[in-house]
């Protein structure tokens, strides 16, 4: 069997174990090395000082495994288009769609696994490793020389037939495989998400800064979110999907999506106010293997805090409120952020009741600068009905 014979069995054995797309790509070393030594130098990368590690291996993918000569790419779909619970509630609709099921990196591993028992069972000797979104490879660029997407300028992949709502992992291998023909750009002069982006997170197209970036804040960074980012989040708790819903090639995919990327019904019931209460067990419980615990329980609470400040329905004050009680400084911080945003006279009550048990400093803070700009709110209401009031003419 000759390689491009082993290239359409893999691949095909690729789609049977449930991937949507597959494709070979030949291991070379990076053509964007420069580019990306640039991004990290300006610290793009934020604090995702993984990406700094293993810099010889992420640029050149033949380091990954010994011997190795090819890579299989394969792509999942996620987007869910019909499922219409997840178009109700108030936190669901801002949960990236990729996160709101099962974790990705267990499904698609199991998939690679079989798929590389089957190689190895075929062809024996064969020398394989897998890899979805954790190791030391630069999966878009490999992902787009096996013809699996091109890059769009919001630096995802771009596929003519299903968008951009897909998933990627590789299996490496030492055997030698025909790789597949790129695809060719499909931006043209489109710059929708370049626009779009709610952050400005493009410096230019194909660059992404992270540190503008709303999936970035809500996902990768631990600890209080600056404040002068807060607002520019929006009300996005996991991640962010404006660059992919306004670009022109996903409308109107009918995709089917994968059941495991189906938001099940024991967390369906969630919303903002019930995430921000949220005891660790019941955490537990019902984010168990998703990607959303990447974010972790005091992550998810903070962003949910920050989601209603910017919303700023005086709905959510309650749980605003008792979540100046809850064990996290962060959590209790960005509780006093969202006051300080839709509070009102009892908002005031409650921070300066809070304010007199809080002893963390960072907290402390967070609490007297709300309680300012209540109050600052306040005097320039009762200073507006002051010039309101009607002056006595005799
Ligand atoms: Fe901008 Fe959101 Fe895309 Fe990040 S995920 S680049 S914030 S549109
Ligand atoms: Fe390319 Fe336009 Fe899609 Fe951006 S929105 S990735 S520029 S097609």
């Known amino acids: 069997m000759d390689g491009g014979e082993k290239s359409d069995l893999i691949c095909a054995w690729a789609l049977e174990e449930g991937f949507d797309r597959a494709g070979v790509a030949v291991l070379d070393r990076s053509e964007h090395e420069e580019a990306f030594e640039r991004w990290l130098e300006r610290g793009e990368h934020g604090e995702m000082s993984y990406l700094e590690k293993r810099r010889d291996v992420r640029l050149d993918p033949r380091l990954i495994l010994d011997g190795a000569r090819s890579a299989v790419c394969v792509a999942l779909h996620y987007h869910p288009l019909r499922d219409s ?33 089957r190689i190895c069972a075929a062809f024996p000797g064969t020398g394989t490793r897998l890899y979805v979104d954790t190791g030391p490879v630069l999966e878009r660029e490999l992902a787009a020389r096996a013809g699996i ?6 630096t995802n992949l771009l596929h003519p037939e299903s968008g951009s709502w897909f998933l990627l992992g590789e299996l490496f291998t030492t055997l030698e495989l025909r790789p597949d023909p790129p695809i060719s750009d499909l931006c043209g002069s489109c710059t929708r998400c370049l626009e779009e982006c709610p952050t400005g997170a493009f ?63 024991r967390r369906a019931d969630l919303d903002l106010a019930s995430l921000l209460s949220l005891e660790r067990e019941r955490y537990v419980e019902i984010f168990r293997g998703t990607a959303m615990k990447r974010a972790k329980l005091e992550g998810l609470k903070r962003n949910a805090a920050v989601a209603m400040g910017n919303r700023g329905d005086k709905r959510y004050l309650p749980a605003l409120s008792q979540a100046l009680c809850d064990a996290d400084p962060t959590v209790r911080g960005h509780a006093a952020w969202a006051l300080g945003r839709i509070g009102n006279e009892a908002a005031v009550e409650v921070l300066e009741s809070a304010l007199g048990d809080e002893e963390h400093p960072v907290t402390r803070g967070e609490i007297t600068a709300s309680l300012q700009v209540l109050r600052d709110v306040g005097g320039q209401k009762q200073n507006q009905a002051q010039a309101d009031l009607p002056t006595r003419v005799d």
């Open 149 to 154: 997407g091109v890059a769009g300028k919001n």
């Open 85 to 117: 619970v997840e178009s109700e509630g108030d936190l669901w609709p801002r949960v990236a769609r990729y996160a709101r099921g099962s974790d990705y990196h267990g499904v698609m591993e199991r998939r690679l696994e079989a798929l590389a028992e």
């Open 203 to 265: 410096p230019e197209p194909y660059r992404l800064d992270s540190n503008r970036c709303i999936s970035y804040w809500t996902i990768e960074h631990r600890g209080p979110i600056p404040s002068h980012v807060r607002s520019s989040i929006g009300d996005w708790v996991f991640g962010c999907d404006v660059c992919q819903e306004v670009c022109p090639v996903n409308p109107g995919r009918d995709l089917w999506p994968e059941g495991e990327f189906h938001l099940p019904k």
